[in-house]
């Protein structure tokens, strides 16, 4: 029998089972051939990835134009003006920062700050889990260097462009600095609202304080508002405010910084908030800040821009106590309704600090600064100037000689004349001598002196001491005639009130860059221009003008201190220079369009003198102006000026400089006088105050 056939005439057969290599071989091979490919792209992306690193390593990250808000500050340290283009901010080291502003803000930001390399994978991870669980974004994962990269060097647009660059400067953030240095950028550059930048400034907006000084509330409360500043201000919301920093507070607690006493007490305590705007003394010194920012800009040549977003700081001479002194004194010194103007400067002598200025009664009216102004007559007041020329040359002592009438002078060779006029045409019709003169503001015996020792001299020793304004040489300078302005008259009184030495002005101290490195700083200027007897025998007769028959003798008795001083009065100025051991002040009053003073307008310099001098000296004890070698101080009859016998009934004490005291010793003055004698003796007697009686004491 034949077997049976396919169509293909072909025997069908059974196929044969494959074998297990047979079965796997193609899946190997292509395991294998997976495996070579994830290793190459595992190697390239590996590859790429330290290339990427290896180029950020290699680059510069961008210029962070940071603006900083410069600041004045007086004597103490204290901020009486800010300098800023928009941004409020002033930065400080990481260790000049409250712990608990640290704690605060890592544990609400980033509390792996220190665990991360700039991204926090386990944070993002949680960040997904409870935004997905929400199906909102509730939980966000930027870390403080990713924060910080979006803020030094990028906007805050929500684009794939701007968030590959914010992960590229995050890397090099990390790659270029410490940990702490990057904390520190943040807090010095993060936003707290009202226009406050950085920790330190925020600090100083909320709370008046450093942020070194900051509790643990008062951190749990600042760190709580760069979340949304205009949602946590406490000056806004409160509520939201304390919320916020409540969740701060519990999170310090979990994370361990703080104990649960510590949260609660926290959080119940009361803050005290600085009104929205106090950061700086606003309206306080407006004339003295204007006087330092012309002297930065003007004269030391810091640049516009630096003083502006530098963050540079002014250190300088403003003494507050002082300051207020002079503001109060000048507000109450003169009806509100008056249109009558003012000014007062005071100078340590010692050191030259310009301790307050008050250049006007209202800034917000007017901003010139009539401490300045170089258009005013000083009249009486000019005279120290013009007997301290008379003593240093010989010719004069303080018991000079000169009648008190009125009198015709000549001069320019008799071809002109002049006829000076005392005030309210008052005269002695008699002799007096340099001190009587001086307390009593005799013009007669000044144009005597003048014309004794010539006006050219008198204009030397002026600048000697500190005047520089134009001075004409004629008869009447003696009284005063050519304008100076009231920082001339204060700096050179200090010069009496400093033994002879003359000491530059100064309202800057020094000027610091934002990282504290100085940029200027004051030289002490002094140079010995006359002898300190002369400068004490010329204080000895000004304290003669606060003594009884002295032109400020009615202000004596406000001022509990030795004093010296000088007034002077034009029919549309009238001034108060005077001085103590440790400051000197000079004061004008007068209408800015040189309107004629009343009798009561004039009177109102002295009061404004005294007033503040105490005020300003309040914690000062009186000192006494030391009696320097070369100074002569022996009793003299007043009547002829010479030395007073042991029978003389009228004496007076009185200074020379060494060598120029009298020789001659008077008779029996009553009985040589006659009965106008006595009568000029009893009038001595009592001009004594009770500084000349201590005098009189020391002496003997």
């Known amino acids: 029998m034949k077997k049976p056939s396919n169509r293909q005439g072909k025997t069908r057969r059974r196929p044969a089972f494959p074998s297990i290599s047979e079965r796997f071989l193609p899946h190997v091979l292509h395991i294998k051939n997976g495996l070579k490919w994830s290793a190459a792209v595992f190697t390239v992306f590996v590859l790429l990835f330290a290339g990427t690193l290896i180029y950020l390593r290699t680059q510069t990250l961008p210029a962070a134009s940071i603006s900083q808000t410069s600041q004045m500050v007086d004597l103490h340290g204290n901020v009486i003006d800010t300098f800023h283009a928009g941004e409020n901010r002033r930065s ?143 000056y806004l919301n409160m509520k939201a405010a304390k919320d916020r920093q409540l969740t701060i507070l519990q999170a310090m607690l979990e994370g361990g910084s703080i104990t649960d006493g510590q949260k609660s007490a926290a959080y119940a305590e009361v803050l005290s908030f600085q009104p929205l705007g106090s950061g700086q003394q606003e309206g306080f010194a407006p004339y003295f800040r204007d006087y330092i920012r012309y002297i930065a800009v003007d004269k030391l040549g810091i640049n516009e821009q630096l003083l502006n977003e530098g963050g540079i700081t002014i250190y300088t001479t403003l003494d507050p106590v002082a300051q207020a002194a002079a503001e109060e004194v000048v507000a109450k010194g003169i009806p509100a309704s008056s249109e009558q103007q003012a000014a007062l400067i005071a100078i340590d002598p010692r050191t030259g600090y310009i301790k307050a200025m008050v250049g006007g009664r209202d800034y917000k009216k007017n901003q010139f600064n009539r401490v300045f102004a170089d258009t005013r007559q000083p009249g009486s007041s000019f005279k120290p100037f013009l007997y301290l020329t008379a003593l240093r040359s010989g010719f004069m002592t303080p018991v000079t000689r000169f009648k008190s009438e009125p009198t015709v002078f000549t001069y320019d060779e008799g071809r002109k004349t002049y006829e000076p006029r005392n005030y309210g045409d008052k005269y002695s019709n008699d002799y007096i001598d340099m001190r009587k003169a001086l307390a009593s503001s005799d013009n007669i015996y000044a144009v005597n002196t003048i014309m004794t020792v010539g006006a050219d001299k008198v ?242």
């Open 92 to 234: 400080v080291p990481l260790a000049d920062i409250s712990h608990y502003v640290v704690d605060a803000t890592l544990a609400i930001e980033d509390r792996r700050f220190y665990e991360h390399r700039g991204f926090d994978m386990k944070g993002m991870a949680r960040a997904v889990m409870v935004n997905v669980q929400s199906m909102s974004a509730r939980q966000g994962a930027s870390t403080l260097t990713q924060q910080l990269a979006r803020n030094l060097y990028l906007t805050h647009e929500r684009t794939w462009q701007r968030k590959i660059k914010e992960a590229m400067y995050t890397v090099q953030l990390e790659m270029n600095y410490s940990k702490d240095e990057i904390l520190g950028m943040y807090l010095n550059q993060i936003y707290y609202g009202h226009g406050s930048y950085g920790i330190e400034a925020a600090a100083m907006m909320y709370f008046n304080k450093h942020a070194s000084e900051l509790s643990l509330a008062e951190s749990a409360m600042l760190a709580g508002i760069p979340k949304g500043p205009k949602y946590y201000s406490p």
């Open 459 to 700: 204009i030397e020793t002026a600048r000697k001491l500190g005047i520089d304004s134009p001075m004409q040489p004629v008869p009447s300078l003696a009284l005063g005639t050519s304008p100076v302005s009231p920082f001339e008259m204060a700096s050179a009184f200090a010069t009496f009130a400093n033994g002879g030495t003359r000491v530059e002005p100064v309202a800057i101290t020094r000027i610091e860059d934002r990282k504290g490195q100085v940029l200027y700083e004051a030289k002490h200027q002094a140079e010995q221009v006359i002898a300190p007897a002369e400068a004490y025998v010329m204080t000895s007769l000004m304290e003669s003008v606060f003594e009884e028959g002295g032109t400020a003798h009615r202000v004596s008795s406000a001022i509990k201190r030795p004093v010296a001083g000088k007034t002077g009065t034009t029919p549309t100025d009238a001034w108060l220079v005077g001085y103590t051991p440790e400051l000197t002040t000079a004061v004008w009053v007068g209408y800015d369009k040189n309107r004629k003073l009343t009798v009561a307008e004039a009177y109102r310099a002295a009061p404004i003198f005294a007033q503040f001098t105490e005020k300003a000296l309040s914690t000062v004890p009186p000192k006494i102006f030391p009696i320097p070698q070369g100074v002569a101080t022996v009793y003299i009859d007043p009547t002829s000026g010479k030395l007073a016998a042991e029978t003389c009934p009228n004496k007076r004490l009185e200074s020379f400089l060494s060598g120029t005291e009298p020789t001659e010793v008077c008779g029996e003055p009553a009985a040589e006088s006659g009965t106008d004698g006595q009568k000029d003796g009893s009038a001595e007697k009592g001009r004594h105050s009770w500084w000349t009686d201590f005098k009189r004491w020391w002496t003997d």
